[in-house]
């Protein structure tokens, strides 16, 4: 139904459907397909991130723990510093000594040796 009115000096066409619309509550649905398709490229995004960016990085540093735990006396390291040199003690879980010139001797964290450059060989028994 549309109706005329005056309001102060304009004139106002009323459509009383769609006021009564606009001040229903609205229908409460159950999520649809369309709400839950919505959802599909964020879970698509994540689980690209996961394939190309975490799982390489942990397998980095499960290789670099490896390395480190793997280190004795004889190996040529480089550390993360660029400083390379000679392991000449393996003092414990968290450090090592290393032998940077002769008679230059220093103690590293583990963490911090970026690669073995010259692994030694087991002594044969």
Do not use: W
Request: hydrophobic share 40%; glycine share 6%; with cysteine.
């Amino acid at each position: 139904e549309i109706s005329l009115g005056l309001v102060g000096s304009e004139m106002c066409i009323r459509d009383s459907t769609r006021a009564e619309a606009l001040h229903e509550k609205p229908k409460r649905t159950r999520p649809t397909m369309e709400a839950i398709g919505s959802f599909i490229p964020l879970i698509a995004i994540i689980a690209i991130m996961y394939f190309l960016m975490i799982r390489p990085q942990m397998q980095q540093r499960k290789a670099h723990e490896a390395m480190v735990q793997a280190l004795r006396r004889g190996d040529e390291i480089v550390t993360a510093g660029g400083l390379f040199g000679k392991v000449t003690k393996v003092k414990d879980e968290h450090e090592v000594e290393v032998q940077l010139a002769e008679g230059v001797k220093v103690r590293v964290v583990r963490s911090t040796i970026a690669r073995v450059v010259n692994k030694t060989e087991p002594a044969s028994e």
